[in-house]
T-cell receptor, first 114, second 112 residues
Framework: EAGVAQSPRYKIIEKRQSVAFWCNPI?????LYWYQQILGQGPKLLIQ????????DSQLPKDRFSAERLKGVDSTLKIQPAKLEDSAVYLC????????????FGPGTRLTVL | GESVGLHLPTLSVQEGDNSIINCAYS??????FIWYKQESGKGPQFIID?????DKRQGQRVTVLLNKTVKHLSLQIAATQPGDSAVYFC???????????FGKGTRLSVIA
């Protein structure tokens, strides 16, 4: 079974630029998550989708971050404009059901904002 | 590969010894807990979970212990191997329907 795919793996941008990350979850997984992992910390949930609807986006900085999951499969996370403090690894995860349980994580995208 | 974290608490163990990684969770209402393993350059990988109606659960070479009285969770790894070297995170949730909240992580270093 293929795992969660993410691209790009690495991205370096200057502050105030925009950037987008892509995630392809495991086939058949209804729930998709985006996490931000700052160096030295555990992942922090940004947004959770169930199919193509948003379940929880309470920790998403909506003035600069946006995410969509059109057609309930792939998802993109965008940052516009980026700030220095956005430097982190952005992890995508998916799970079969809707209740919290085993989540399968992708390898992440490491973003460096200069 | 990428380092998943610097300045994390570190546990160094000899290959073949048992490891115990501890976690203090924050929310007394949390009733679902998961341990994840994160190797350098990779996303977290599920190891084992436990619900609050249990105080112990065993997997293959791993055991999770839950002490709700003091809000403490531990992960025991038997016969630690070099492949166990990674950062380990505990995560908590309430009723399995709220987002997982991850702890800060512990780096396990296995000495061959």
């Amino acid at each position: 079974e293929a795992g969660v795919a993410q691209s790009p793996r690495y991205k370096i941008i200057e502050k105030r630029q925009s950037v987008a990350f892509w995630c392809n979850p495991i086939s058949g997984h209804a729930t998709l998550y985006w996490y931000q992992q700052i160096l030295g910390q555990g992942p922090k949930l940004l947004i959770q989708f169930q199919n193509n609807g948003v379940v929880d986006d309470s920790q998403l900085p909506k003035d600069r971050f946006s995410a969509e999951r059109l057609k309930g499969v792939d998802s993109t996370l965008k940052i516009q404009p980026a700030k220095l403090e956005d430097s982190a690894v952005y992890l995508c995860a998916s799970s079969l059901g809707t209740s919290t349980g085993e989540q399968f994580f992708g390898p992440g995208t490491r973003l460096t904002v200069l | 590969g990428e380092s998943v974290g610097l300045h994390l608490p570190t546990l160094s163990v000899q290959e073949g010894d048992n490891s115990i990684i501890n976690c203090a969770y924050s929310n007394s209402a949390s009733d679902y807990f998961i341990w994840y393993k994160q190797e350098s350059g990779k996303g977290p990988q599920f190891i084992i979970d436990i619900r609050s109606n249990m105080d112990k659960r065993q997997g293959q070479r791993v055991t999770v212990l839950l002490n709700k009285t003091v809000k403490h969770l531990s992960l025991q790894i038997a016969a630690t191997q070099p492949g166990d070297s990674a950062v380990y995170f505990c995560a908590e949730s309430y009723s399995g329907n709220t987002p997982l909240v991850f702890g800060k992580g512990t780096r396990l270093s296995v000495i061959a």
